[in-house]
RNA sequence: GCGCCUGUAGCUCAGUUGGAUAGAGCGUCUGGCUACGAACCAGAAGGCCGGGAGUUCGAAUCUCUCCAGGCGCGCCA
């Protein structure tokens, strides 16, 4: 509510400083730093007064004087050296929360926005890491859809490449297994078949380094699975299928769901590359290196993409020996996910999620079955890891240089830093660390070795630990109840975990710490909301009914109640979750809705500490308590749904 | 060598397009359960915002420089 509010404060007010000074930039509002200089402060007389060579508290008071005041304000002073402070008409604004929010304007006609995340390559289980980038990209995607977008998930499938490769190979060669050995494995319900590959690719990794010519199993695994004839590539489709649903699995546990599953297998037999390659020749993005060290490669220029010249900084799109590079195959998929490249994929359903929704895997035939549109965004996040920042802009450079100034800007690498260890948390799994690692704040550990935490391992962990935490307070609810809470108090302390921190912070993940459910965490939040809903439940077991609110206050008793700043406080701050959400879009940060999370959760506690609501004597104050109790439970629901985050049956 | 990111309380981190007295959690210390169940609440201590210079009415925020740390710069993905 306060976003609108305050959007059409800012569309008055600006149409006012343009009429009078002649000013584009719009009215320069804020969030004052002190409750008591009102709700909204204006700093355009501080601008102005440059310009016009006059005071800022001058101008201030012309604007004070002379402006029209707007619907939604009360009063307005000037404060300081020339801030205008506005106050809100606090009825007025009680009675448009009591309304409701306005029917949103949601159209068919809006522009797609694809939000493409997790892309773990399908040849191991999932570690932490996988689940920050699962878990920014599904909560970006929960608020895009929160806030009226119309938002399609894509997690692309690396199946053809060196990392199933590897795996294959291990199976081939150090195992000695055949597709139907490996089949048997995948089927038989006591083998963890992701956990198996993970020991295993650890093992071939670690074979490659005492054995350097054994390197020629992997080409001969990629040869075998670019062909797509023979064992070997049956048995790289088997491991990839079935990693594929070990990670679906595992992400499901998190709430994490997904559209389609565009597939590396699908650009190459749909000759992706082939098209994208012809663009990029005839915009003469790209040009064929005759001499130097990239003869005989097509090459795109540094100038294209980085300040650095030369062709030392050239980079390599395709090789001297025809094949292309990763880089080269992304831009062709970046190309399809604008609709750019003249060519679509085949679709087939994948599975049907538990919550209704159809989750479709491309092909390269059609299946006879009608799929989406997928695709033609209108704007592309992805989301990968900060180190490969580099190679996205180049991607992002290949869009600019084939005339596509607009989707290049509109290709956003929503990068994120790594999820290290704590050196505790090292010693704690056993993993050895060297002296001088012991000192430094966080660890970074090597799936390749094998090494790190197991994504379902950690939510095993956690699930154990906040059962025993629910074990100790609810000994007399039925176990499947407890063991129902317990998994969504954990999925709340994990989600939340990979939230709080700003995407370019280094988390060095802490056991302890993500254990730990008191203060800023998930089930700090929960917990309130929990709370908020205990008040309610209580009040229907003593047998009354949730009052109609609209009909028992008005405008009138609003503003009476309202009155009183601690109350006002408590609205305003309830009223701000739309303003979170369209903060963290624009500025692409999740952090900052479960950041509001957390501070709104606060203001409940604080709240249901001082106010015994069923208490209350005074009929009107009452209705209104319940009202705000109510309407704490509403926020405090939708915010955590945003999150991704369940509110339990009890904590 | 070049490029990007980071440096804020003992620790982990926030800090809106520059705005009024720099915030939170953890940890430490002191209080509060009479069930709207304390996974909570109240209070205290704790800061030359890495150093320096500049830009201006105003800088944690912008510019330059130095220091410290991380990451990237393959005909790997």
């Not at 009052?547 to 028992?552: A, G, I, L, N, Y």
């Not at 999370?597 to 409940?604: D, I």
Request: hydrophobic letters at 45%.
């Amino acid at each position: 509510m306060f976003h609108q509010v305050q959007k059409r404060i800012a569309a008055s007010v600006s149409a006012y400083l343009q009429a009078r000074y002649g000013v584009e930039g719009g009215a320069a509002l804020e969030s004052p730093k002190e409750p008591r200089f009102g709700e909204l402060s204006l700093v355009s007389a501080f601008q102005l007064a440059r310009q016009f060579r006059k005071a800022p508290r001058q101008i201030a008071a012309e604007i004070a004087a002379e402006m029209p005041v707007p619907e939604d304000v009360a009063s307005l002073e000037i404060a300081g050296g020339g801030f205008l402070n506005l106050r809100l008409d606090r009825g007025r604004y009680g009675a448009a929360l009591l309304a409701g929010p306005a029917a949103g304007a949601a159209g068919a006609d809006r522009e797609k926005i694809i939000v493409e995340h997790t892309n773990i390559n399908p040849n191991k289980a999932a570690h932490i890491g996988h689940l920050r980038n699962a878990v920014l990209g599904d909560t970006f995607a929960r608020m895009l859809a929160a806030a009226g977008r119309r938002v399609e998930t894509q997690n692309y499938i690396d199946n053809t490449g060196v990392q199933v490769a590897d795996v294959v190979a291990g199976f081939h060669r150090l195992e000695r297994k055949t597709p139907a050995d490996v089949a048997r494995l995948i089927a038989d319900p006591t083998v963890r078949f992701d956990y198996l590959c993970w020991d295993l690719y650890a093992r071939v990794s670690a074979h490659y380094q005492g054995n350097p010519e054994a390197l020629a199993w992997r080409q001969e695994a990629l040869h075998a699975i670019e062909a797509g004839q023979g064992e070997m590539a049956e048995m790289a489709h088997l491991v990839a299928d079935a990693i594929v649903n070990c990670h679906l699995r595992t992400m499901l546990r998190l709430g994490v769901e997904y559209d389609v599953l565009p597939r590396e297998s699908e650009i190459l037999h749909l000759h992706f590359w082939a098209a994208a390659f012809e663009l990029l020749k005839q915009r003469q993005a790209i040009y064929f290196e005759r001499e130097g060290k990239n003869a005989g490669c097509w090459v795109m220029p540094a100038s294209a993409f980085s300040a650095a010249e030369g062709e030392d900084a050239d980079k390599v799109i395709v090789r001297s020996n025809g094949t292309v590079t990763y880089v080269g195959k992304d831009i062709a998929y970046q190309l399809w996910k604008f609709g750019l490249l003249g060519k679509d994929f085949h679709y087939r359903p994948w599975m049907r999620y538990p919550s209704g929704r159809e989750l479709w895997v491309t092909a390269d035939q059609p299946c006879g079955q009608a799929a989406p549109s997928f695709g033609h965004g209108a704007r592309v996040y992805n989301v990968i890891d900060s180190r490969q920042s580099y190679l996205q802009d180049v991607v992002a450079a290949g869009l600019r240089a084939l005339g596509y100034p607009e989707q290049a800007e509109r290709s956003i690498h929503f990068s994120y830093e790594i999820v290290a260890l704590s050196p505790r948390t090292c010693v704690e799994l056993g993993i050895p660390i060297s002296e001088e690692d012991r000192q430094r704040p966080h660890v970074e550990v090597s799936g390749r070795k094998g090494l790190g935490v197991k994504a379902d391992d950690l939510i095993d962990k956690l699930i154990e630990k906040a059962r025993e935490e629910v074990d100790s307070r609810h000994r007399e609810a039925p176990g499947e109840e407890r063991r129902q809470v317990a998994g969504e108090i954990a999925v709340g302390a994990l989600r939340y975990f990979m939230l709080k921190y700003t995407r370019n912070a280094v988390i060095a993940f802490d056991l302890q710490e993500a254990l730990s459910f008191e203060g800023e965490t998930g089930p700090y939040v929960q917990y309130a909301a929990v709370r908020a809903r205990n008040i309610l439940r209580k009040l229907e077991e003593r047998g009354e009914r949730l009052p109609d609110f609209s009909r028992e206050l008005d405008a009138a008793a609003m503003g009476r109640q309202l009155a009183a700043e601690d109350f006002w406080q408590i609205v305003l701050a309830v009223s701000k979750a739309g303003d979170a959400v369209e903060r963290a879009i624009a500025s692409g940060e999740p952090s900052h809705v479960a950041r509001y999370a957390f501070q709104l959760a606060q203001g409940f506690n604080k709240f249901y500490h001082e106010y015994p609501v069923l208490q209350e004597a005074d009929r009107e104050r009452r209705v209104f308590l319940l009202w705000l109790t109510d309407y704490f439970r509403r926020e405090l629901e939708q915010t955590l749904a945003i999150l991704g985050i369940a509110v339990p049956a009890y904590m």
